[in-house]
């Protein structure tokens, strides 16, 4: 898998992780250069949806959460 295309410019980084500490390099590692695909960023950001400055790679199920959000409230609309 290529590295993620954001790499060097993902707000997550750039504001919450900005001291480059031990986290943020695992963080790096699993979402960034192996499986960006799975970073909950990414897949609300692919989903056509802006991104919440806190949204952590690891959270899949807020990801899954806000597009839930986003299909109901334009079925309803």
């Known amino acids: 898998m290529p590295e993620c295309p954001r790499l060097q410019s993902c707000a997550f980084f ?21 499986k960006c695909h799975e970073c909950a960023r990414m897949i609300v950001e692919t989903a056509g949806l ?6 952590f790679p690891n959270q899949d199920r807020k990801a899954a959460e806000i597009i839930g959000a986003a299909v109901a409230h334009a079925r309803s609309a």
């Open 14 to 34: 750039e504001l919450l992780m900005k001291d480059q500490s031990s986290l943020a390099g695992l963080f790096r590692q699993r979402y960034c250069r192996a």
């Open 50 to 55: 802006p991104v919440p400055e806190d949204l």
